[in-house]
């Protein structure tokens, strides 16, 4: 099914067991979902938000985890992503547990974990640093206040494009607009009480989190990660 396209984009397919229908034979599900989402526009439930903008392709580098059209994936070993994605990266020593790097030009972190330390198990995606922004700002301070960065914070933002399921994805892209652009099984969804996070499904044993600039739908993207669910 859909991949994500960045020159680091994460790309990993949704379980088959999903099913497939053909546009012109939809099935029981897609009715009754179509259905509903008639109902619940027309009763104020959901909005009518409009046409989602368009993020055309060509800005770099481009992620699906394909980054610049080298395949990637969560469980493998550093190294194979630090080749991929290229110079410019800083690294922990590989003594350190568990391992992270990050490409502060990119605006890209990946980090280990305790118990695989030597496997990506994270993938982020800065597309904001706009300190007024920040919601939720757990940074230590300095004397004076200001926030200190981890040592393994990327600085940058990302400057390429974004692909997932064939939607375009840029620091302008609203939430909306990027569910309504996904494929309907990523299950996008908001909080219970704020959308400042919303959650989503990248594959059978991944997930999709966001960071918006702002607790409802129209919040702009900030952060796109992707993690492991598994040790």
């Known amino acids: 099914m859909g991949k994500i396209y960045v ?3 994460l790309a990993v397919a949704i379980p088959a067991c999903y099913g497939q229908t053909s546009a012109a034979s939809p099935s029981m599900g897609d009715r009754f979902n179509s259905a509903f989402e008639k109902a619940a526009k027309a009763t104020g439930v959901i909005k009518g938000y409009g046409r989602p903008s368009k ?4 800005a770099q580098p481009a992620i699906s ?6 395949q990637l994936m969560l469980g493998r070993q550093m190294d194979e992503w630090k080749k991929a994605i290229g110079s410019g990266g800083v690294c922990s020593p590989k003594s350190e547990r568990p391992m992270w790097c990050k490409w502060d030009t990119l605006g890209i972190e990946i980090t280990a974990t305790f118990e695989r330390p030597q496997l990506v198990s994270q993938m982020k995606l800065h597309f904001s640093r706009d300190p007024e922004e920040s919601l939720y700002d757990t940074r230590p301070r300095d004397a004076k206040g200001k926030p200190i960065d981890p040592v393994w914070l990327s600085k940058g933002v990302f400057p390429g494009y974004l692909e997932l399921d064939g939607f375009g994805i840029d620091k302008h892209a609203k939430f909306w607009e990027v569910r309504a652009g996904a494929d309907r099984q990523r299950d996008l969804q908001c909080g219970l009480q704020s959308c400042a996070h919303p959650r989503g499904l990248f594959g059978p044993d991944a997930a999709i989190y966001l960071m918006l600039s702002r ?6 993207l900030r952060e796109f990660g992707i993690t492991s669910s598994t040790e």
Do not use: S, T
Not at 55 to 58: E, I, R
Not at 65 to 70: A, D, K, V
Not at 215 to 220: A, I, K
């Open 65 to 70: 985890i394909y980054f610049n059209n080298h």
């Open 55 to 58: 993020v055309d392709k060509g």
């Open 215 to 220: 607790e409802d739908e129209y919040g702009e």
């Open 7 to 9: 020159p680091i984009l």
